[in-house]
């Protein structure tokens, strides 16, 4: 008699394909077939995954349509099974494995698209945290400001990319009206997500916007970060971006002095 | 008599903080109704959702489900504890499902009787499992371990299935009740899997609802199913995506003659209804628990 451990491993295995008919050895035929009670099981399996990443990834799935995304997500699925009892952390290799698929080359875009899915569905499911403290802020000295350290909340990501994925991002939001057209020549963009009450707020951001963001959530101080971003020649309204954050809930808690 | 549906607290939780779920029908509270159920705060006995999607670190959902809390008593199922699993418990998913107990201080907790991960894999399905005195010994532990560290008894429901293994020993009826009594675990009867599976397996479901232990026997699950074609043959699949079939609703009957009045709960998880739709059944449930003790 095969023992329980041993068991549940060759069950694994076969019904997530690697020995697709080594296991009717241990199940009862009768009206069934073994083979087509496991294949229940088989098909319950793959249908419930591949629904877990359509809900992570629809824009990767409406770019790709159903069957190719049936076939990567399939694909994943064997080489990333999920590695805990619980589907919030499924899916965190899926752009990876989207940039490496040999079938998906033509959309040279995806995977940022998938990166940014992943984004909002970590921003989605981030700790809470206080908001920001305004009442801080004005207790200190203007001259004081070069020193002020910024926490960034935990609920904030951000995709940085060569193709225009935000615009390709917010397309697929309506589906059925609007203007189509993409320039995927019209160069890269940054794309902020932050966590506001109970919805997701995304938008783009102008590159020196995101690399004070980068800045300010290493722990750099303002100050430093100003003249990093200077020396960078970028010209941009830093006390503008600076509220904006604020405004949007990307930082979070007291502003310490560094 | 049948108390409330309750926690038995093994020591560290005072006795008497846990609510209890009422001998009453409850729905399945699943995400897509979460606005309109705050909104509208419908007249409903009781709640139950799925742990593991209460997990994260924060979000809505958390949010949502503290302020549905405030009105409803809880209860929470898990999906994900993998009790029959022969790899070494996941702590980890217990204390996570420890701070949802401890946030949201539910009247039950429950998860099921099968196995879902082997080899650090996790399928996502509810596996049965050969029901042999080896996987008795097994999933005893696994669950006196769990509760263990939960700090109370747990409810432990007969999932469908689909297939049988040959070298099963013991009647699926009798070892949920071996499972219980060696644990101190609580059942929780799911009516429709036991329908499910008589119809895939050929045996009488009756025999089931006889065959368990009713005092161990702390909540109903009440749920659709399909019925689909492999060539000419029927196969019962449950899809937890329709109304309760009529002849759930009778072995249901069957079962409340069989056990006496216990909390019931209504599912639905795919192909999701209007709200209303979902109330409507358990105002039927309820019906059944109305008549028996009229």
Redesign the interface.
Known sequence: ?????E???R??AG??GDQPDALD????S???S?A???G??RN??YV??VG?LRDCFPVVCQLVGEDCFQQAARGYIRAH????????RFGAEFPAWLADLESMRALAYLADVARLEWARQEV??????VPFDQAALADVAPADYGRLCFRIA??VRWVQSRWPVHRVWELHQRPDQGDWTVALDAGGQQVLVV?QG??LHQQALELPALQLLELLAEGVPLGDAVDQLLTADAVFDLQACLQDFIAMGVCTGRPTLA | MVAEGHLRTSGWRPAGLVPGIPVAAGIGLRHAHFDELTERLPSVAWLEVHG??F??????P???LRGVREHYPLSVHC????LG??DPL?T??VQ?LAGVIEQFEPGLVSDHLC???????????L?P??Y?E??LA?VVARIEAVQEQLGCTILVENVSS??????STIPEWEFIGAVAERSGCGILLDVNNIYVSAR?H?FDPLDYVQGVPAAAVGEIHLAGHAVNR?GT?E?Y?DDHGDRVAESVWSLYGQTLEQLGPRPVLVEWDTRLPALDTLLAEAVRAQSYLNDRAA
């Open positions: 008699m095969i023992g329980l451990p068991l549940q491993q069950f694994v019904l997530l050895a241990w199940v009862v009768d009206r069934l073994a087509e009670r496991l229940i099981y319950n399996i419930g995954l877990a099974p999920s590695r805990c009892g619980y589907l919030q989605y499911h981030a700790t809470d945290a935990p609920a966590r109970l919805r | 593991e999607n997990f994260a670190a924060g979000g809505p958390l949010d949502y999906v994900g504890l993998s699993s022969t996941d980890r998913h996570a196995w879902s991960s082997a080899g650090g894999r996790h399928l996502h399905d596996l499992l050969p042999t080896e996987a097994h689909y297939l049988r293994y040959k070298h895939n050929g492999i043959r196969v699949i």
